[in-house]
């Protein structure tokens, strides 16, 4: 790894904070007050995963070459499910904000890492082992939510909504 910068760390930053309050603290809380039911719980997380990953395809906007953007994509989403699931849970986005910033700071020293070598494509099995950890991740998720927390979520929901949790 690649020692990070302050740009490095600003963009890291902001990105988890920006993206966690958006499509959890924002997006979630909102399918979650008009969507929230047992059988939605899974729905939720999905649907901020796909809205989060949705957002990275603007990378092929900016240059990346679309197999490139629509992988971030792909391994966005599995994200965006774990992280929607972690909230659904837990409803806190500050713990997300920081899991991002790791995430995020590590992804981009391990670029400018290989940059500096002067490697300009990955080989596919490191493609391939990133995305099964992202997978992984993924479900990790959906058993986080599984049926039998549904109803441990729902009540969570309703605290956090009744504004005896301020």
């Excluded at 990953?53 to 499910?81: D, K, P, R, Y």
């Excluded at 995020?104 to 493609?127: K, N, R």
């Excluded at 950890?133 to 309703?158: D, P, S």
Aim: hydrophobic fraction near 55%.
């Amino acid at each position: 790894f690649a020692p990070s910068g302050l740009k490095q760390i600003m963009m890291a930053s902001m990105a988890g904070l920006v993206e966690e309050v958006c499509f959890r603290e924002i997006a979630v809380s909102y399918m979650a007050r008009h969507w929230m039911s047992e059988k939605r719980i899974p729905l939720i997380a999905v649907l901020s995963g796909f809205l989060f990953g949705l957002t990275h395809m603007t990378n092929a906007i900016g240059g990346w070459e679309i197999t490139s953007a629509l992988l971030q994509t792909l391994l966005c989403i599995f994200m965006g499910v774990f992280y929607a699931s972690i909230y659904l849970r837990k409803g806190n986005v500050w713990v997300l904000c920081l899991f991002h910033f790791v995430h995020d700071i590590l992804t981009f020293m391990a670029v400018e890492s290989v940059t500096v070598l002067g490697v300009t494509e990955l080989p596919d099995w490191i493609t391939i082992y990133i995305a099964a950890i992202e997978f992984a991740l993924c479900l990790c998720g959906f058993f986080y939510i599984r049926r039998a927390k549904r109803q441990e979520i729902i009540n969570l929901w309703e605290y956090k909504w009744s504004g005896a949790s301020s």
